[in-house]
Every structure is written in structure tokens, then in C-alpha cells.
Nanobody, 124 residues
Framework: QLQLVESGGGLVQPGGPLRLSCEAS????????ITWFRQAPGKAREGVSC???????WYADSGNPRSIISRDNHKKTVLLQMANLGPEDTAVYFC??????????????????WGQGTQVTVSS
């Protein structure tokens, strides 16, 4: 079983960067795909980026990449770095762990463990 805790949210200036951290405790972290989801008010939860146990990555914005995801299995941490944020990036950001492949990164139902979320607000 894993416990996940997100950090790094807060108020971000338009055009600014974001660095979110997901720290895990428990066993088996290295075997899980870790996905960052976000949910804006009134909208469905959506996948932002994920990284598999093997280190393969997926980004929702692959057509206009602004994000980098990385993991450190020794530290049981996944980082998500985003650049050039806009108001549309305002949301609660969650990290989640599941035993699935890249193709499952858009599906919240495939993640078994979730963090409590961290609010990101992009505003001047």
C-alpha cells in the first residue's frame, strides 16, 4: 500500500513555472505508474502527465510540450515541472499510483492510490 503527498502548489503568475512534488511512503513505489491529474472547478478530472515504472512518459500537451516529469525511486518521489502557465492551468493537482501502462494514464479509475491534492492558482 502507498500513501502519496503532493506539495508545491500555490499562486503562480501567468507565464510562470510550476514545480510539483509527489512523495510516497509504503512499499512497492518502484512498481507503480505515477500519474499527475488535475481537476478544475466544474470539470472532470484529467490526466496531465505520467511516468511508468520503466521510466516511460506521457504528456497530455505533447503537441505543445510545457511539462517534464521525472521520478527518483530511491527517494520515492515524482516531480512535475511545467512552464508558461496560464489561467487554464488553475486546478487542484493530484498524484496517483496505479499498476498500468502508458495507455492507462488518462483513466483515473486505473489508479489505486491518491494524494489529497494541491491547489494551483494562476493569476496576477
Amino acid at each position: 500500500q502507498l500513501q502519496l503527498v503532493e506539495s508545491g502548489g500555490g499562486l503562480v503568475q501567468p507565464g510562470g513555472p510550476l514545480r510539483l512534488s509527489c512523495e510516497a511512503s509504503g512499499f512497492g513505489f518502484e512498481d507503480y505508474t505515477i500519474t499527475w491529474f488535475r481537476q478544475a472547478p466544474g470539470k472532470a478530472r484529467e490526466g496531465v502527465s505520467c511516468i511508468t515504472a520503466a521510466g516511460s512518459t506521457w504528456y497530455a500537451d505533447s503537441g505543445n510540450p510545457r511539462s517534464i516529469i521525472s521520478r527518483d525511486n530511491h527517494k520515492k518521489t515524482v516531480l512535475l515541472q511545467m512552464a508558461n502557465l496560464g489561467p487554464e492551468d488553475t486546478a487542484v493537482y493530484f498524484c496517483a499510483a496505479g499498476r498500468h501502462l502508458l495507455s492507462g494514464c488518462k483513466e483515473p479509475r486505473l489508479s489505486d492510490y491518491w494524494g489529497q491534492g494541491t491547489q494551483v492558482t494562476v493569476s496576477s
